[in-house]
């Protein structure tokens, strides 16, 4: 199993970016998959995960609104959709997919439930 993340780049403030994770080897496995991001001097931190089926979706507070997060399991491919950038979202985004054991926010946003993390995608918002 391996996760490749991509899609960053640079945007301007109130820009939008969609991330992709391509995931190889998740085909109806049961892995749940979630977005973390990281900025510079600060720890990592959950932004979205999606349930294995697509059924269920959970957001960090402050992106809800902002961020979509869906999968398309034929290719598996989970993205990340970002819209309203400001450059307080600037960080390296991270996908990690792990086997689904629990469905819920609480779960998801522990790193620790995470099998496998790709490798991290640059977003750089500016003012």
């Known amino acids: 199993v391996q996760l490749q993340a991509s899609g960053g780049g640079l945007v301007q403030a109130g820009g939008s970016l969609k991330l992709s994770c391509a995931a190889s080897?998740?085909?109806?496995?049961?892995?749940?998959v979630s977005w973390f991001r990281q900025a510079p001097g600060k720890e990592r931190e959950f932004v979205a995960a999606?349930?294995?089926?697509?059924?269920?979706?959970y957001y960090r507070s402050i992106v809800k609104g902002r961020f979509t997060i869906s999968r398309d399991s034929a290719n598996d491919t989970v993205y990340l959709q970002m819209n309203n950038l400001s450059p307080a979202y600037t960080a390296v985004y991270f996908c990690?997919?792990?086997?689904?054991?629990?469905?819920?926010?609480?779960?998801?946003?522990?790193?620790?439930?995470?099998?496998?993390w790709g490798q991290g995608t640059l977003v750089t918002v500016s003012s």
């Open positions: 990690a997919g792990g086997h689904q054991t629990y469905d819920s926010l609480s779960y998801y946003e522990l790193p620790a439930v995470y099998d496998y």
């Open positions: 080897g998740f085909a109806n496995r049961g892995y749940a």
């Open positions: 999606i349930s294995w089926r697509g059924r269920n979706t």
